[in-house]
């Protein structure tokens, strides 16, 4: 593990974890370290983490919770953090959604030239798409309360650089602190397709259904570990990043 992870993943590794047909589905928290282990167990069906990571508080929370019902992390508003912002594109039709991650990628690498490292692109395997951008981008991302308030506001001015017929694809819903995402190389319980790891080029070049022909089969993982949430290359802070955050 890179050493920009170290600080901060002494005492915020904690997700999340929930699966289709695991007992409860979630309110599962695990070290971000046996994700994939747990993913092998299910079969890769409808699985999901939250993109947030929390401390060992969050178990304090829940084993609260646990004297009056069931333990849950519904309602938990402690400190986060996280390696990456997503921002989800969806769209019934897929096309507008498509077109929505070619403009706004283009916006980030022509306009404000992050590296393309520190973007990553998924097809969800249904209707939409994931932009990751690495958060070492907005400079040193601290664990802290607001971070879900602070990443809901980047959201929405990075929405505005979408041309106006496509920008009411970006899903504005995944603003809380116990938000799950799906994770990589999974099976989408209704489409039966994987979300998969896609390059810029492909997403410049491929059609919607050629996407869908990828998404039958696993994809590598090239520039994170196998959640997709742990970077393995080196990203700098962008000037641009850093004046909006």
């Not at 404000?112 to 395997?125: E, H, M, R, T």
């Not at 022909?213 to 994170?224: H, N």
Request: glycine share 4%.
């Amino acid at each position: 593990m890179r050493g920009r992870y170290n600080r901060s993943m002494r005492k915020f590794n904690l997700v999340d974890f929930a699966a289709h047909y695991q007992k409860g589905f979630r309110n599962h928290i695990v070290s971000i370290d046996e994700v994939p282990a747990l993913v092998e167990s299910f079969k890769r069906y409808g699985c999901y983490a939250t993109y947030f990571f929390y401390s060992d508080e969050v178990l304090t929370y829940m084993s609260a919770k646990a004297e009056e019902s069931a333990p849950t992390i519904a309602g938990y508003e402690g400190k986060v953090w996280a390696p990456f912002l997503p921002i989800d594109l969806d769209h019934p039709d897929l096309a507008p959604a498509l077109e929505a991650a070619r403009q706004l990628s283009s916006f980030l690498l022509e306009r404000w030239q992050i590296d393309p490292n520190a973007i990553q692109i998924y097809f969800s395997g249904s209707k939409g798409f994931h932009l990751m951008l690495d958060t070492c981008l907005f400079g040193k991302i601290l664990p802290s309360k607001n971070l879900p308030l602070l990443f809901d506001s980047l959201r929405r001015h990075l929405a505005l650089e979408i041309p106006e017929p496509f920008r009411d694809t970006v899903d504005l819903a995944i603003k809380d602190r116990v938000r799950l995402l799906r994770l990589p190389n999974t099976i989408h319980e209704k489409s039966k397709l994987y979300k998969v790891s896609l390059s810029l080029e492909e997403l410049r070049r491929l059609s919607p259904a050629e996407i869908r022909e990828c998404a039958r089969t696993l994809r590598p993982m090239t520039l994170t570990d196998e959640t997709g949430f742990l970077s393995t290359t080196d990203v700098i802070e962008n000037p641009a990043a850093c004046q909006l955050f």
